[in-house]
């Protein structure tokens, strides 16, 4: 994954369509809320790049590198 963003739930209401254009070209975008992270927005490339690994860690026996 490439590059990140930081921004608040309250931004992100506000910026919608323009965190997603950026997600969508690769720039995530990290939510806070109550200052802290909440949740990612990513591109689709990103996110099957993450399930494709988490696939092989499960195939490996690799569960123990999962994050909880």
């Known amino acids: 994954m490439s590059n ?3 921004v608040s739930t309250s931004e992100l209401q506000q910026s919608f369509d323009s965190c997603l254009e950026s ?4 720039t995530s975008q990290i939510v ?4 802290k992270e909440y949740v ?4 689709m490339a990103d996110f099957r790049q993450l399930q494709y690994f988490k696939y092989l860690i499960e195939k490996a026996g690799l569960e123990s590198l999962k994050e909880e």
């Not at 997600?23 to 690769?26: E, L, N, T, V, W």
């Not at 806070?32 to 200052?35: E, M, P, Q, R, Y």
């Open 40 to 43: 990612a927005l990513i591109s």
């Open 32 to 35: 806070t809320k109550d200052g």
């Open 23 to 26: 997600a969508y070209q690769g």
């Open 4 to 6: 990140s963003l930081e």
